[in-house]
C-alpha cells in the first residue's frame, strides 16, 4: 500500500473526488506517462452526511497544499484512520481549495454499507499528458470516484 498526502505507507485508504472533473485533475497532477489513462474506471458512492467527518482549510498548516507536503498531513490521516471516527473524512483539495476530496476508510464497521452505483469505464484523454511534460510527483494509484 503506498502512502499519500493524507497517508503513510501501510494505511490503507479509498481516495475520491466531489466531481469527476477534480478526480481527472487530481490524476494529471500525480500521473507520469499515458500508459494508465484507460485504466480508470467512474462510479458513484451514496453515503448520509452523518458517516462524514470534515477538516477545513482553516485548520490546515501552512504549506499543506505544497507538491510533496510534510508529514504531518499523513499523520492527520493516520490518526483518523485509526480512531475511525468516521468512515469518510471530507478534505480540501490541494489542486483547487475551494473543492473536496473524500478519504474513504476500508477498515471502518461501516464500509460494507456505502452504496456505490454506476460503475463505468472512465479512460482519459491521452491528450492531457505529453512525453514533454514528465513531472516528478510520487505515483499513486487513485479511484476515479465521485461523492454525493
Keep these: 500500500m503506498y502512502g499519500g ?4 505507507p501501510g494505511h490503507p485508504v479509498i481516495y475520491c473526488a ?3 472533473s477534480l478526480a481527472v485533475l487530481e490524476i494529471f497532477v500525480h500521473i507520469r506517462n499515458n500508459v494508465a489513462m484507460g485504466a480508470y474506471s467512474k462510479l458513484a458512492i451514496e453515503v448520509g452526511e452523518d458517516r462524514v467527518s470534515s477538516i477545513t482549510l482553516a485548520e490546515l498548516p501552512h504549506g499543506w497544499d505544497a507538491p510533496f507536503p510534510e508529514a504531518v498531513l499523513q499523520r492527520i490521516g493516520d490518526k483518523w484512520l485509526e480512531a475511525q471516527q ?9 489542486v483547487i481549495h475551494e473543492e473536496h ?4 476508510n476500508p477498515l471502518h464497521p461501516d464500509f460494507a454499507s456505502l452504496a456505490i452505483s454506476r460503475l463505468e469505464p472512465m479512460p482519459l484523454d491521452t491528450r492531457l ?3 514533454a511534460c514528465n513531472i516528478q510527483y ?3 494509484p487513485l479511484a476515479l470516484v465521485w461523492y454525493h
Aim: glycine share 0%; net charge neutral.
Design 138 to 140: 510520487w505515483e499513486l
Design 129 to 131: 499528458v505529453s512525453s
Design 101 to 104: 476530496n473524500y478519504l474513504i
Design 5 to 8: 498526502r493524507w497517508t503513510s
Design 86 to 94: 468516521s468512515l469518510i473524512l471530507q478534505i480540501p483539495s490541494s
Design 18 to 20: 466531489q466531481h469527476l
